[in-house]
């Protein structure tokens, strides 16, 4: 469906629209410079100047550079990265510090999650489990687009008091979507109005069926505030991580997700990296969506800095080019410079996209024409 015109395309090729004219009569067809061609004539043109096509298109920004699999042996187990979700107030935050034993929620900012945090917590058993608190499913939702979904089990927060509210609905839907196995915590139970019954009972009318209504979702009461229900919640948490049997690679090149990325005044570009398999160390070269860099330092979710992050760790990384977008995908690559034209690529690509105004496709496939 895609046409071009003989001039615009002897442009981007910088040729002579009267040479691109002859070459195409030789080739059968009698056109005028000002009149289009379709794309299949358009790529013979293209090869008979001895010029290389390369198609760009989304799938290609997005594109991870190949890296080999692992194979099955290589695997190891790793911690299940949880992600808590749930409608705005009803106590995210303040279960992943009862969780974890220390108290973010009451030093932030008028209670308000500002970012998305990532924690890795030993539980008493030594096992680890990672978990990603959102403060909106927007970032969820547009990773998820983006192909990277790096959560393993969601757990929806409720209020027991409040009930399904929008956004509880929202995160049905994205676990839904993404097939992501979810454990609901019933959490404020200690409140004096709170009805786990009718949290449960409106969580039919969504198709979540919970365990005390005979259904297959694990469910669990919670008080973040009085500490209750949370062996029970780690003990679902583990007990659905094993079913999963989750495991990577720890001995390989790293590859990981960015959970979160700014611009520091102080450390400059900062990424909050979710490794996926592999280890990141301090030294590796890495490029990071359409940026690239050498990990300077790695700082881990208590604030220290540590040589190295394995599967399923979140890490801060100090040394990047620029602020990459939440979702990007990590990789370490063998050298800077290689690191650099996968960047410099990726930013052009993405730039071309962003101010073309002709038909997408056809203006980006002649993009990288030289
Ligand atoms: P956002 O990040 O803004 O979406 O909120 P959140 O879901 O992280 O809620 P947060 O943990 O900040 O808690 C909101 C309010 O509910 C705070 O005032 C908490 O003290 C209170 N709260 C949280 N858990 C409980 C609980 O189990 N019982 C009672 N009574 N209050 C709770
Ligand atoms: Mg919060």
């Known amino acids: 469906p895609e ?9 981007r090729m910088a040729e002579k629209g009267a040479d691109l004219v002859k070459a195409l009569f030789k080739m059968g067809m009698a056109v005028t410079v000002n009149q289009t061609i379709d794309q299949d004539t358009a ?12 198609r760009v ?33 009803h106590g995210k935050t303040s279960l992943l510090d009862a969780l974890r034993g220390s108290g ?13 945090g990532a924690y890795q917590v030993t539980m008493k058993d030594k096992s680890k489990i990672t978990f990603l608190d959102t ?4 970032a969820f939702t547009e990773m998820r687009a983006r192909g990277a ?6 757990i929806l927060v409720v209020a027991a008091d409040d009930g399904l509210m929008p956004q509880t609905i929202e995160a049905i839907n994205h676990c839904k979507a993404a097939e992501v196995p979810m454990i609901v915590a019933i959490n404020k139970v200690d409140k004096e109005d709170a009805n786990p019954q009718r949290v449960r009972e409106r969580l039919l009318e969504h198709e979540v069926i919970v365990e005390e209504m005979s259904g297959d979702v694990q469910d669990v009461e919670v008080s973040a505030l009085k500490k209750t229900g949370l062996d029970e919640l780690i003990e679902k948490i583990q007990l659905q991580a094993e079913l999963m049997e989750l495991k990577a690679n720890p001995d390989r090149a790293a590859e990981g997700t960015v959970i979160e990325a700014k611009l520091d005044k102080g450390r400059g570009p900062v990424a909050t990296i979710l490794v996926n398999r592999g280890t990141l160390k301090v030294g590796d ?21 540590v040589k190295k992050a394995g599967p399923s760790m979140p890490v801060e990384v100090l040394g990047l080019s620029g602020v990459p977008m939440a979702g990007d995908p990590l990789q370490v690559v063998d050298s800077e410079t290689r690191a650099r034209e996968v960047a410099e690529y990726r930013s052009s690509v993405l730039h071309q996209k962003r101010t073309a105004q002709a038909p997408a496709s056809l203006e980006s496939m002649f993009s990288a024409l030289k």
Not at 3 to 11: D, G, K, R, S, Y
Not at 149 to 154: L, Q
Request: glycine share 10%; proline share 3%.
């Open 57 to 89: 298109s989304d799938a290609d920004v997005e594109l991870e550079l190949e890296t080999a699999e692992d194979s099955e042996a290589d695997l190891q187990p790793r911690a299940p990265v949880v992600a808590v979700m749930g409608h705005v107030d």
């Open 104 to 116: 973010v929620a009451g030093g932030e900012a008028g209670g308000i999650t500002q970012h998305i």
């Open 43 to 54: 790529e013979l043109l293209v090869t008979e100047f001895g010029h290389n096509i390369k």
């Open 285 to 305: 070269v890495f490029v990071v969506g359409a940026e690239s860099g050498k990990v300077r330092a790695l700082i881990d979710d208590h604030g220290k800095q």
């Open 135 to 138: 403060p909106g499913h927007e």
């Open 149 to 154: 979904d790096v959560t393993d089990i969601v």
């Open 3 to 11: 046409a071009i015109t003989v001039q615009e395309l002897a442009n």
